[in-house]
């Protein structure tokens, strides 16, 4: 992440520590990646280990979450929209990718290989293209604020 965005990040938590988590660690970046057969993208690995599971105009699932996220793990998260896209399509892109957030309906955010964030629709597997990478996401998120 740049360091202005980061700067502005740091303001903001400031001003709101609810919504901050507790920063991740270099073992728990290993385990997220064990666990879940991945490697982490690097725009959200700076964003986790500097702030954890945090709102940033979405909310920002990582190990420790700020309270008003809920304990909904990444990890957790991932597997879960694994499993609902496994049956239909075992070879869909969220099996290789990682699920950071939710729309608040239960439509799982994730990151591709590729560093695309997309939603995917839980009723039919349709997807929405959101951003070229979880920066741009975040940035376009803080802009209604």
Same mark, same amino acid.
């Given at each position: ?23 991740? &660690?270099?073992?728990? #970046?290993? *385990? ?5 057969? @991945?490697? +982490?993208?690097?725009?959200? $690995?700076?964003? /986790? ?46 099996? &290789?990718?990682?699920? #950071?957030? *939710? ?5 799982? @955010?994730? +990151?591709?290989?590729?560093? $695309?964030?997309? /939603? ?26």
């Amino acid at each position: 992440m740049s360091p202005q965005l980061i700067a502005e990040l740091k303001q903001f938590y400031a001003a709101h520590p609810e919504l901050v988590g507790v920063a991740v &660690t270099d073992q728990e #970046i290993v *385990d997220i990646q064990t666990q879940l057969n @991945i490697r +982490i993208d690097p725009i959200y $690995q700076d964003f /986790i280990q500097h702030f954890g599971g945090a709102y940033a105009g979405l909310s920002i699932h990582a190990i420790k979450n700020a309270d008003s996220l809920g304990n909904e793990t990444v990890i957790e998260m991932t597997r879960h929209a694994r499993e609902m896209v496994r049956e239909i399509n075992p070879q869909h892109a969220l099996m &290789t990718s990682l699920v #950071i957030s *939710d729309d608040g309906a239960g439509n799982p @955010i994730y +990151i591709r290989t590729d560093a $695309q964030v997309y /939603i995917i629709y839980h009723d039919d597997l349709t997807e929405k293209f959101l951003a070229e990478n979880l920066e741009i996401l975040i940035q376009e998120s803080f802009e209604a604020w």
